[in-house]
């Protein structure tokens, strides 16, 4: 098999979360367990760095990686899902992993993948995990999938946890309210090792104080330690200045856009100070350039992703109520004539929460990812007229997007957003 028939044959055998949605959640660490004792515990050869939460932790794993690059490291990066291909999920030094690896290790490993059975997540965890190791890196990034204590990648043995924020997503799995929602991610923490909290929030500190006491682990809250404003931007950066509870200052210039990188430049500058005294070469410069570079160095998309000018058109992969909460805010504060919103979600979350926060004066052009989880456009269309939301449906996001454009002046913006999976197909 080469590369595309090797994807869709994993596509195929296992079970994929992002496209089927629940039937593909595993609540257990058994076939993990098991795929690790059979490739001998590759995620023991190099060190980790395990990143969870709600929102924000995506970018915050490439920020920590570029960082970590730029101080000579030999980097490994696991982020999920991808947007356009595979092999965005498993990294070195910001590079995919190759196409010819994949391809071999399907064939080399088909027999205990159709044996076990595994989920398309794990059997993706198995993959980096065995590729960083006979790469031979030093370190790896490793963000959650969903949740924490029964997430495929908490198998390892971090020198760091973190944990952004959190708030309400995965509702069927993970718990009801944000506090239950917390006890999973907390899972993450490990005895004797430190961890950074981004966001104190009244329902979860508790929880996080009381795991971080149960494992022995010193805990930081970024926010408390850390206050951040914004001081302008630069050509296309936004500029951020940071100030410590000593008095010092750092201006940092990420290329990661969007208003919500000044929570999660925080949670990463508070966890990169924590590294400096776990691990050598990191200094200030590395910092500076790692988070200026961060999106040029890891490869990271979709993030306040500007596609177009004239008309301005952005893509962004919030998807819950938290993320595009802070996107409507964005958006409330470009100048424009009008604003065209192309909109898609999955049918396994209710909707209710995001539609009663986004723009309720946009032009809508509901519309359906090309996956079974998809909310198909119809319904989406139905549902947001219930919040006062109008415009018209589309069957796929080419078509709804190709409409917008058409709609358009060039004094306008459209976004296109709600998930991840609509957004991969805009870029």
């Known amino acids: 098999m080469n590369y595309n028939q090797t994807i869709e044959f994993l596509y195929n055998s296992l079970p994929v979360f992002h496209r089927i949605g629940g039937p593909a959640y595993k609540a257990n660490l058994s076939n993990t367990l098991e795929l690790d004792a059979y490739f001998d515990h590759p995620h023991r050869k190099f060190k980790t760095i395990h990143i969870a939460g709600t929102n924000g932790k995506g970018s915050v794993s490439h920020m920590i990686a570029s960082v970590l690059q ?31 690896a994949v391809v071999d290790f399907v064939k080399k490993h088909g027999s205990i993948l159709e044996k076990m059975h595994p989920s398309f997540f794990e059997m993706s965890v198995a993959m980096a995990f065995d590729y960083f190791a006979e790469e031979k890196i030093d370190i790896a990034i490793i963000e959650v999938g969903m949740g924490g ?9 971090p020198i760091l946890s973190v944990i952004t924020n959190i708030s309400l997503d995965h509702t069927q799995f993970l718990g009801k309210s944000i506090s239950a929602i917390a006890k999973e991610k907390a899972g993450i923490i490990k005895d004797g090792i430190p961890v950074i909290i981004g966001e104190t929030q009244s329902e979860t500190r508790e929880v996080f104080l009381n795991k971080a006491t149960d494992c022995n682990s010193e805990i930081l809250f970024a926010d408390q330690h850390y206050s951040v404003k914004m001081k302008g ?46 691990i050598p070469v990191i200094n200030q410069r590395n910092i500076e350039i790692g988070i200026r570079d961060a999106a ?29 909460g802070i996107v409507a805010e964005q958006l409330a504060s470009l100048s424009f004539r009008r604003l065209h919103f192309v909109f898609g979600t999955v049918k396994d979350k209710d909707p209710s929460n995001v539609l009663k926060i986004i723009p309720a004066d946009a032009i809508y052009y509901f519309t359906r990812a090309n996956i079974p989880r998809a909310l ?15 415009g018209t449906s589309y069957p796929s996001v080419k078509q709804a997007i190709e409409a917008a454009k058409k709609a358009a002046g060039k004094n306008d913006v459209i976004f296109i957003g709600g998930s991840n999976f609509i957004v991969a197909e805009a870029i």
């Not at 990420?254 to 400096?276: M, R, W």
């Open 70 to 100: 730029a101080a000579g490291y030999r980097t490994g990066l696991y982020t999920s899902p991808h947007l356009k291909d595979y092999r965005e999920r498993i990294r070195i030094n910001g590079k995919p992993i190759n196409e010819e």
């Open 296 to 324: 040029s160095c890891t490869g990271l998309r979709g993030r306040w992703e500007i596609l177009q000018n004239e008309p301005l058109i952005i893509c962004d992969t919030a998807h819950n109520e938290a993320g595009l």
């Open 376 to 390: 198909d456009e119809l319904s989406l269309k139905a549902i947001a007229g219930k919040y006062g939301l109008k």
């Open 149 to 157: 204590r029964l997430d495929s990648t908490n198998i390892i043995t």
């Open 233 to 278: 931007t630069s050509g296309h950066r936004q500029v951020f200045e940071l100030n410590d509870l000593e008095g010092n200052a750092y201006l940092l210039e990420p290329d990661l856009l969007g208003l919500y990188q000044k929570k999660n430049i925080v949670t990463a500058f508070a966890s990169l100070q924590e590294l400096e005294k776990i």
